[in-house]
């Protein structure tokens, strides 16, 4: 469930309802969200959004899971020699646009390799955003693809992050694992801020 820009009052409604797993794609969005909901059992944040790299290390104290590792300064910037692996997805861009964030499927392989050689990160797979101007369906069939080239460098990394309230049927039909949505259950999102 992706909680970005709605107040910590709502995660705890649906930490209540039994949700545990939460998202949000800003740093200090989120790092002030995890220290105000610290006494919530089991909930887990997961990082969706740019990372930065020099916030990179502050992050690693908060989050369960970064399903945004789109390029090596990010993932070196998370390495860790002690304490608990981190998980993390590849992010792969699906269009042609570089500045819509996510490794180039050329350079998928590379950069899996990095993740699998940085001590402190656990790859769990790959995440995208489908392309606005394209079928879903199409684009995430393309993912589906890219995580069968990642498994052949690592088959425990079988997990897809792909799908979004427009989109998350399509996500499913293709093979999506983690579901990131958010409109479609909490209704529109305050403003920005
Ligand atoms: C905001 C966001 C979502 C959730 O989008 P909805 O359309 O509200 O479901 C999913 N993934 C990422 C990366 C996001 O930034």
Same mark, same amino acid.
Not at 133 to 144: H, S, T
């Given at each position: 469930?992706?909680?970005?820009?709605?107040?910590?009052?709502?995660?705890?409604?649906?930490?209540?309802?039994?949700? =545990?797993?939460? +998202?949000?794609?800003?740093?200090?969005?989120?790092?002030?969200?995890?220290?105000?909901?610290?006494?919530?059992?089991?909930? =887990?944040?997961?990082?969706?959004?740019?990372?930065?790299?020099?916030?990179? =290390?502050?992050?690693?104290?908060?989050?369960?899971?970064?399903?945004?590792?789109?390029?090596?300064?990010?993932?070196?910037?998370?390495?860790?020699?002690?304490?608990?692996?981190?998980?993390?997805?590849?992010?792969?861009?699906?269009?042609?646009?570089?500045?819509?964030?996510?490794?180039?499927?050329?350079?998928? /392989?590379?950069?899996? /390799?990095?993740?699998?050689?940085?001590?402190?990160?656990?790859?769990? +797979?790959?995440?995208?955003?489908?392309?606005?101007? /394209?079928?879903? =369906?199409?684009?995430?069939?393309?993912?589906?693809?890219?995580?069968?080239?990642?498994?052949?460098?690592?088959?425990?990394?079988?997990?897809?992050?792909?799908?979004?309230?427009?989109?998350?049927?399509?996500?499913?039909?293709?093979?999506?694992?983690?579901?990131?949505?958010?409109?479609?259950?909490?209704?529109?999102?305050?403003?920005?801020?």
């Amino acid at each position: 469930m992706v909680t970005k820009f709605h107040p910590v009052s709502l995660v705890r409604e649906l930490h209540a309802l039994g949700v =545990r797993d939460v +998202g949000e794609n800003r740093h200090q969005e989120a790092q002030a969200k995890a220290r105000d909901t610290a006494d919530l059992d089991g909930l =887990r944040w997961h990082f969706v959004g740019q990372l930065q790299s020099k916030k990179a =290390r502050q992050a690693r104290a908060y989050v369960h899971a970064v399903h945004s590792l789109d390029r090596a300064s990010v993932v070196d910037a998370l390495s860790a020699e002690t304490g608990d692996a981190l998980r993390g997805f590849v992010q792969v861009n699906l269009t042609d646009d570089p500045a819509r964030g996510g490794v180039a499927p050329d350079d998928l /392989e590379v950069l899996v /390799e990095r993740v699998l050689a940085t001590p402190g990160l656990r790859l769990r +797979g790959v995440m995208a955003v489908a392309p606005l101007d /394209e079928e879903p =369906r199409r684009a995430f069939a393309r993912l589906r693809d890219l995580s069968e080239r990642v498994r052949r460098l690592d088959p425990a990394a079988d997990r897809i992050s792909a799908g979004m309230s427009h989109d998350f049927a399509d996500a499913i039909a293709e093979g999506a694992t983690h579901l990131r949505i958010g409109t479609a259950i909490t209704g529109n999102r305050p403003d920005a801020g």
